[in-house]
């Protein structure tokens, strides 16, 4: 894969995030209802972030052909493997724990995914950034999992 294929698979995972929270965000209130909209914007941005890098090598002939043909057969197959199965799946689960759970693996995924791609980029640090991002997301994931918040609904259900 190139590197243009490789950003537009994080424009698409980041996209996907995007959608996922704000459908756990429909389903949802009070505190719930805010934490998922905060991480639908948050990815809204990862996804601008990212397209942004692409433009920022647009005008750079090397980006259709920047490939380590290791890191990018890696990226590719993982991204095929772990990510798109989890992003095309549009289910919403039916408990908040159920929707976290998702959520973790798939944050887990990205990270790995883009520290196989940042090392593919000329300037890895905006790629770095998103990664810390979702690191950040991933934390807050494992908390409201373990937190309180959760015994407000009834067997972790949505509503």
Same mark, same amino acid.
């Given at each position: 894969?190139?590197?243009?294929?490789?950003?537009?698979? =994080?424009i698409?995972?980041?996209?996907?995030?995007?959608?996922?929270?704000?459908?756990?965000?429909?389903?949802?209130?009070?505190?719930?209802?805010?934490?998922?909209?905060?991480? =639908?914007?948050?990815?809204?941005?990862?996804?601008?972030?990212?397209?942004?890098?692409?433009?920022?090598?647009?005008?750079?002939p090397?980006?259709?052909?920047?490939?380590?043909e290791?890191?990018?057969?890696? =990226?590719?197959?993982?991204?095929?493997?772990?990510?798109f199965?989890?992003?095309?799946?549009?289910?919403?689960?039916?408990?908040?724990?159920? =929707?976290?759970?998702?959520?973790?693996?798939?944050?887990?995924?990205?990270?790995?995914?883009?520290?196989?791609?940042?090392?593919?980029?000329?300037?890895?640090?905006?790629?770095?950034?998103?990664?810390?991002?979702?690191?950040?997301?991933?934390?807050?994931?494992?908390?409201?999992?373990?937190?309180?918040?959760?015994?407000?609904?009834?067997?972790?259900?949505m509503?």
């Amino acid at each position: 894969m190139t590197g243009r294929e490789l950003l537009n698979i =994080a424009i698409k995972v980041e996209s996907a995030g995007y959608s996922y929270y704000s459908k756990l965000a429909e389903k949802t209130q009070g505190q719930l209802k805010v934490f998922f909209n905060e991480l =639908a914007q948050q990815e809204r941005d990862h996804a601008k972030r990212f397209e942004e890098i692409m433009k920022k090598y647009q005008e750079d002939p090397s980006l259709a052909t920047w490939q380590n043909e290791e890191v990018s057969g890696y =990226a590719e197959t993982y991204a095929k493997a772990f990510i798109f199965p989890e992003i095309e799946n549009e289910n919403i689960p039916e408990t908040v724990l159920g =929707a976290l759970r998702r959520a973790i693996e798939v944050e887990k995924d990205s990270i790995i995914y883009y520290n196989e791609i940042k090392q593919l980029i000329p300037d890895p640090k905006p790629v770095e950034e998103i990664i810390n991002e979702e690191k950040e997301h991933l934390r807050k994931l494992s908390e409201k999992m373990l937190s309180e918040d959760l015994s407000t609904y009834s067997e972790g259900s949505m509503i």
